[in-house]
């Protein structure tokens, strides 16, 4: 599949699966999903200075965003995804609590409508791997970060582990997608797991950050490395 092939397909995808994405996360999941936010929100809280700006890409329908505006109100949060589905809901899960730190906006990962050093953190979290582009978007993600501030990565990546790689590989390519999607979206969840196996190795992630200019790249894992936090500073 060629970039501006995945580019549609992935937006098609995202479109059709926005109505019940937060249940069937939770699903596929197995209630792990908590957890492995938990990464990346406990280093946003601690890392982003007093008053800052921060930017989730690829928001989807604004989990991070919106736990991240309730652990820290002194933060202005905007959530930026390109599915007007997905944001759609997320506008609308917001109006139960009307948050004033969060804001939404749509636009493309690879193309990000800010200036430059607008954030003092930005991050995406299993959305990287959705994109066409893996090296522009975290480029793009390191343009609009100030200098000092972090850069953040979240992904799923498929187990190295010679012993937990075929309970995986079976999990995610028949059991995941009927858990996900049921009889009508399958196909769409299939691609979850194409996703994921296509995807960049936690070292190759490690090194597009180091490629990029980012400093100082760290990394931790969940669940044997089906889940891994790559983190950086400008």
């Not at 995808?13 to 596929?28: C, E, L, M, P, T």
């Not at 994109?131 to 522009?136: H, K, L």
């Not at 480029?139 to 582990?161: F, H, Q, W």
């Not at 990394?219 to 400008?234: E, H, S, T």
Request: a positive charge; charged letters at 25%; hydrophobic letters at 35%.
């Amino acid at each position: 599949m060629d970039k501006s092939s995945k580019e549609r397909y992935v937006y098609q995808v995202f479109q059709n699966i926005s109505k019940g994405y937060d249940r069937a996360n939770q699903r596929i999941s197995l209630g792990f999903q908590k957890g492995f936010k938990k990464m990346l929100l406990g280093r946003l809280k601690d890392n982003t200075p007093f008053g800052g700006n921060v930017l989730d890409v690829c928001c989807g329908t604004g989990d991070i965003t919106f736990s991240l505006a309730d652990m820290r109100n002194d933060l202005k949060v905007t959530g930026l995804d390109f599915s007007p589905a997905m944001l759609s809901k997320a506008r609308m899960r917001n109006k139960r609590k009307k948050r004033d730190n969060v804001h939404f906006r749509i636009g493309n990962a690879l193309e990000l409508p800010f200036e430059d050093r607008t954030f003092e953190a930005v991050c995406i979290s299993f959305g990287l791997r959705n994109t066409s582009d893996y090296s522009r978007a975290v480029d793009e993600m390191k343009r609009v970060t100030k200098p000092g501030g972090y850069i953040y990565c979240l992904d799923s990546l498929a187990p190295e582990n010679v012993l937990v790689k075929p309970f995986y590989t079976l999990y995610f390519r028949h059991i995941m997608p009927l858990l996900g999607g049921g009889i009508h979206h399958r196909k769409e969840y299939q691609w979850l797991y194409h996703s994921t196996k296509h995807f960049l190795s936690r070292m190759e992630l490690k090194q597009l950050f180091v490629r990029v200019g980012i400093q100082e790249v760290q990394d931790k894992d969940k669940m044997f490395g089906a889940c891994v936090l790559v983190w950086g500073r400008k």
